[in-house]
T-cell receptor, first 114, second 113 residues
C-alpha cells in the first residue's frame, strides 16, 4: 500500500507563474488535507477536502490559492501568480472515511519562487 | 480544538527513555490526543493517538492522565534517528469526519550520543 504521494518534490517558479501541486492520497482514503510550512516556521493548515467537496478552507489565503479533489485523480493545490512569499514546503495528508484514525503525510513539495 | 502546551526543547541520552510531556487542560470529551513528529525537512510522521486509555505501539507509548488534562509520550529506547520536533495535538473526531490537525510549536527532542 503506497503512502501519500506528492509531486513534484521540488518546484521552481518565477514570480507571476502558476504552481500546481499534486497529492495522491493513500488507497481507500477519502479525506485530504493541505498544510504549508514557511521556512523556520510550523505547519499551518490550509484546506480540508473530501471527494468533490471542500469541507474547510479557513486556512487558505483569500486570493490566488485554490484546491480541488476530483472524483478521479489526485488532489491539486493551485497557486496563481506566485510571489516570493509563497516559497515554502507544502504537505498533503490523507485519512480514511472513518475519522478516528491517523492522517498520513506525504514528503511534501518544496516550492521556490525566484 | 483544545490548545496544547509543550516544552520548547529536550535532550535525551541515546538508549535511554525519552519522556515528552504535553498539557491539554481544556480538552473536551470528543477530542483525541495525537502525537506526530517531524524529522528535519520531512513530512510529519504519525506516532500514536488515544482517547483516554494508555496506548502502546511499536514506536512509543502514550500515557494519558485520568482527568485527560495532560499526557506523556514515551520513546522507550531513544536513538539518534529519533531527533525531531514532536507535536502533541488534540483533535475533534466524529463519525465520518475528522477535523484538521492543528500544529503548535512542538518539542525539539535532541538525542545525544
Amino acid at each position: 500500500n503506497a503512502g501519500v504521494m506528492q509531486n513534484p518534490r521540488h518546484l521552481v517558479r518565477r514570480r507571476g507563474q502558476e504552481a500546481r501541486l499534486r497529492c495522491s492520497p493513500m488507497k481507500g482514503h477519502s479525506h485530504v488535507y493541505w498544510y504549508r510550512q514557511l521556512p523556520e516556521e510550523g505547519l499551518k493548515f490550509m484546506v480540508y477536502l473530501q471527494k468533490e467537496n471542500i469541507i474547510d478552507e479557513s486556512g487558505m489565503p483569500k486570493e490566488r490559492f485554490s484546491a480541488e479533489f476530483p472524483k478521479e485523480g489526485p488532489s491539486i493545490l493551485r497557486i496563481q501568480q506566485v510571489v516570493r512569499g509563497d516559497s515554502a514546503a507544502y504537505f498533503c495528508a490523507s485519512s480514511p472515511l472513518r475519522g478516528d484514525t491517523e492522517a498520513f503525510f506525504g514528503q511534501g513539495t518544496r516550492l521556490t519562487v525566484v | 480544538d483544545a490548545k496544547t502546551t509543550q516544552p520548547t526543547s529536550m535532550d535525551c541520552a541515546e538508549g535511554r527513555a525519552a519522556n515528552l510531556p504535553c498539557n491539554h487542560s481544556t480538552i473536551s470529551g470528543n477530542e483525541y490526543v495525537y502525537w506526530y513528529r517531524q524529522i528535519h525537512s520531512q513530512g510529519p510522521q504519525y506516532i500514536i493517538h488515544g482517547l483516554k486509555n494508555n496506548e502502546t505501539n511499536e514506536m512509543a507509548s502514550l500515557i494519558i492522565t485520568e482527568d485527560r488534562k495532560s499526557s506523556t509520550l514515551i520513546l522507550p529506547h531513544a536513538t539518534l534517528r529519533d531527533t525531531a520536533v514532536y507535536y502533541c495535538i488534540v483533535r475533534v473526531v466524529s463519525s465520518g469526519s475528522a477535523r484538521q490537525l492543528t500544529f503548535g510549536s512542538g518539542t525539539q527532542l535532541t538525542v545525544l550520543p
